[in-house]
T-cell receptor
Framework: DVKVTQSSRYLVKRTGEKVFLECVQD?????MFWYRQDPGLGLRLIYF???????EKGDIPEGYSVSREKKERFSLILESASTNQTSMYLC????????????FGAGTRLSVL | DQQVKQNSPSLSVQEGRISILNCDYT??????FLWYKKYPAEGPTFLIS?????DKNEDGRFTVFLNKSAKHLSLHIVPSQPGDSAVYFC???????????FGQGTRLTINP
């Protein structure tokens, strides 16, 4: 079974704080993704990575950065958190043998006050 | 520019009846489509998929239909069960792309 682990289920941060969201997968998959889920907007891709130290912007990268120093770990960084970044954040990994089936972690509910 | 649209935010169905969730897309380069199911406080889980070379794919109680000319797909659940109550997302991808484009989601409620 694919296991995608997000380090925190719930986080509360203050405006202006630097926030790190961590995601770890145990299947040696090359591709990893960060999404945010908001009501009425579905899942929107923030960044993805197709290899160590490689990253590409998704549809809404503004205000975010990512880090992929090891294959199993993909971090999402909010450089200076703002209230409009309050959201559910979901990490996913791509199963390479099946066309574009992504497996998701349980999510991190981030509240920025 | 919403390339994948689920126009019904919510749907309520009686237990045992058929649930039909709809999804429309605009990008003709999409050639693979997926449905995900999401419970509160959990990540989405893959449910069923269909390639553009097919018009139907079935897996137990779940069937996905694809109408390429109309750029429309639908997910049928029959019979519906209370455990099917969740938010359902459709997603699409194009040839060679690694990214999925998701719809807004439809909240399905199955009433006993």
């Amino acid at each position: 079974d694919v296991k995608v682990t997000q380090s925190s289920r719930y986080l509360v941060k203050r405006t202006g704080e630097k926030v790190f969201l961590e995601c770890v997968q145990d299947m040696d998959h090359e591709n990893m993704f960060w999404y945010r889920q908001d009501p009425g907007l579905g899942l929107r891709l923030i960044y993805f990575s197709y290899d160590v130290k490689m990253k590409e912007k998704g549809d809404i990268p503004e205000g975010y950065s990512v880090s992929r120093e090891k294959k199993e770990r993909f971090s999402l960084i909010l450089e200076s958190a703002s209230t409009n970044q309050t959201s559910m954040y979901l990490c996913a990994t791509l199963l390479p043998v099946a066309k574009n089936i992504q497996y998701f972690g349980a999510g991190t509910r981030l509240s920025v006050l | 520019d919403q390339q994948v649209k689920q126009n019904s935010p919510s749907l309520s169905v009686q237990e045992g009846r058929i649930s039909i969730l709809n999804c429309d897309y605009t990008n003709s380069m999409f050639d693979y489509f997926l449905w995900y199911k999401k419970y509160p406080a959990e990540g989405p889980t893959f449910l069923i998929s269909i390639s553009s070379i097919k018009d139907k794919n079935e897996d137990g109680r779940f069937t996905v239909f694809l109408n390429k000319s109309a750029k429309h797909l639908s997910l049928h659940i029959v019979p519906s069960q209370p455990g099917d109550s969740a938010v359902y997302f459709c997603a699409a991808t194009g040839q060679g792309a690694q990214k999925l484009v998701f719809g807004q989601g439809t909240r399905l409620t199955i009433n006993p």
